[in-house]
């Protein structure tokens, strides 16, 4: 093979997911590894599992990196100046990239998925939450680091507090209770208190507390005061979060594309879309039928005029994307 590919990536503080095409957008090969964020813990990690992706889709085409035409990443942990620097040098390095590649942080890449011109603000909910913006003279604002929690993590995390708050008597009992001992088989809000703390094997406090979040979605639909008000609570958080981003970009004042993506958005509550539009009515929900991979992918192949069939990617592709 040689030369025609596309390569899109999307990397998160779970998983990374790697996508190769050709120009015209036939799925060639997939590739998954682990968490893509730079800032997760130290840099190396990350740059391993970004890399391992894109070998495992590069492989599953039966090409290799001097085939591609471009390639494009939409990363957690792309934050900061250095953060880009850091990654296009190494990623360029260590795939062995036959050219610079695009480099977006992960609340910008997903504007792709849902316009053309990537025009608007973008919420990916997922453990955490990416928010960015672009607007039509192509400025951008995003920040890797809001001040308040959001996402399954934030979800999760807040509703087992409610519980341990009732156990003390510091607020109001919640079927939130049932549900988490159901789901870590204990018989007490203390012992499940335990598990989270204990010494030996305790839990690991992201992926296990963002774990919880669906449960909080379904008890708030079920109409339980205290996971509705979780709901309100984290919603408006990445709602204001989204509105800083179009008052940064010039968007507020008249109507704009608000991108929603990500796993904890799949829920079939719409509670949580509904707190974070509560935020900024104006703005117009965009709900795409593809994920931030494609996204990825789409930038990559807008760099070199190619135009690839978006449909035939989104109909080839099974994965089912649970976090950013």
Known sequence: MTGGLLLGVDGGNTKTHALVTDLEGNVLGRGDAGTADIHATVPEPALVEITLACERALTAAGGSASDLDAAAFNLAGADWPEDFALLRDELTRRIGLPREPVIVNDGIGPLRCGAEDSVGVAAVVGTYCAVGAKNKAGEIFHLGFWPDSTGAYALGAEGLTAI?????????????????????????????????????????????????????????????????????????????????????????????????????????????????????????????????????????????????????????????????
């Open 164 to 324: 341990w708050r009732n156990m003390l008597d510091l607020a109001p009992p919640t079927s939130l209770l049932a549900r988490a001992l159901e789901l870590w088989d204990r018989t007490s809000a203390e012992d499940l208190l335990h598990v989270f703390t204990r010494i030996d094997d305790g839990l690991p406090a992201v992926s296990a507390r963002a774990r919880f979040a669906a449960a909080v979605l379904d008890e708030a639909e079920a109409g339980d005061i205290v996971a509705r008000n979780i709901v309100r609570v984290v919603g408006g958080r990445a709602g204001d979060y989204a509105r800083v981003c179009a008052e940064r970009t010039g968007q507020v004042g008249e109507p704009f594309p608000l991108v929603l993506l990500g796993g904890v958005l799949r829920h079939p509550s719409r509670l949580l879309r509904d707190a974070i539009h509560d935020r900024i009515p104006e703005s117009v929900p965009v709900y795409p039928d593809i994920e931030p991979v494609v996204g990825a992918l789409l930038l990559a192949a807008d760099t070199v005029g190619a135009k690839p069939d978006r449909e035939a990617i989104r109909d080839a592709l099974d994965w089912t994307q649970e976090a950013a």
